[in-house]
T-cell receptor, first 115, second 113 residues
Framework: AQSVTQLGSHVSVSEGALVLLRCNYSSSVPPYLFWYVQYPNQGLQLLLKYTSAATLVKGINGFEAEFKKSETSFHLTKPSAHMSDAAEYFCAVRHGSSNTGKLIFGQGTTLQVKP | EPEVTQTPSHQVTQMGQEVILRCVPISNHLYFYWYRQILGQKVEFLVSFYNNEISEKSEIFDDQFSVERPDGSNFTLKIRSTKLEDSAMYFC???????????FGEGSRLTVL
């Protein structure tokens, strides 16, 4: 069975500082991994995805994530935080061999960006 | 850009009433999903639907819940007799063949009084 753990339910950074949101997964088969962002009162928007191609994945809004199999991690980073990055971020895993496989979400991390 | 649309955006209902939440998935997608998010909690899988039948459902998706694709465009979630604990944001999602990611709608907020 797959699962996702996001370390830290709240992360606070200053504007311009590095953003690091942690995600560790558990999967018995090669996973597909995703990061979604949820702005207040909005739906889930895909930031980026890993589907067994390049281990460093670049997404929208300057975010990127690196798949590290040895650490079973898929941490999300951004070199310089912007006020508009304040949102809820969800890491998710999906069974790699089936397109009907559901997404399993982590608990979410709220990113606060201070001026 | 194609998007998943959901109606209503917010529905308030009395406990015991039936509720139908509607979704229009992206037109060429084949796989459809419902998720829910109770306020302050994680996004939880409810059900997946493919080829006009449920392909997987969670333990949350009990006999009070049903899904239907009544025509070529809509995908609905029905809750037969709502309970207070059904209050949540319900998200519809769809995906295309081999696409990998799910595309989510804006959600329908259900409040049960």
């Amino acid at each position: 069975a797959q699962s996702v753990t996001q370390l830290g339910s709240h992360v606070s950074v200053s504007e311009g500082a590095l953003v690091l949101l942690r995600c560790n997964y558990s999967s018995s088969v090669p996973p597909y991994l995703f990061w979604y962002v949820q702005y207040p009162n909005q739906g889930l928007q895909l930031l980026l995805k890993y589907t067994s191609a390049a281990t460093l994945v670049k997404g929208i809004n300057g975010f990127e994530a690196e798949f590290k199999k040895s650490e079973t991690s898929f941490h999300l980073t951004k070199p310089s935080a912007h006020m508009s990055d304040a949102a809820e971020y969800f890491c998710a895993v999906r069974h790699g061999s089936s397109n009907t496989g559901k997404l399993i979400f982590g608990q979410g991390t709220t990113l606060q960006v201070k001026p | 850009e194609p998007e998943v649309t959901q109606t209503p955006s917010h529905q308030v209902t009395q406990m015991g009433q039936e509720v139908i939440l509607r979704c229009v998935p992206i037109s060429n997608h084949l796989y459809f999903y419902w998720y829910r998010q109770i306020l302050g909690q994680k996004v939880e899988f409810l059900v997946s639907f493919y080829n006009n039948e449920i392909s997987e459902k969670s333990e949350i998706f009990d006999d009070q819940f049903s899904v239907e694709r009544p025509d070529g465009s809509n995908f609905t979630l029905k809750i037969r007799s709502t309970k207070l604990e059904d209050s949540a944001m319900y998200f519809c999602a769809s995906s295309g063949q081999g696409a990998g990611e799910l595309f989510f709608g804006e959600g329908s907020r259900l409040t049960v009084l």
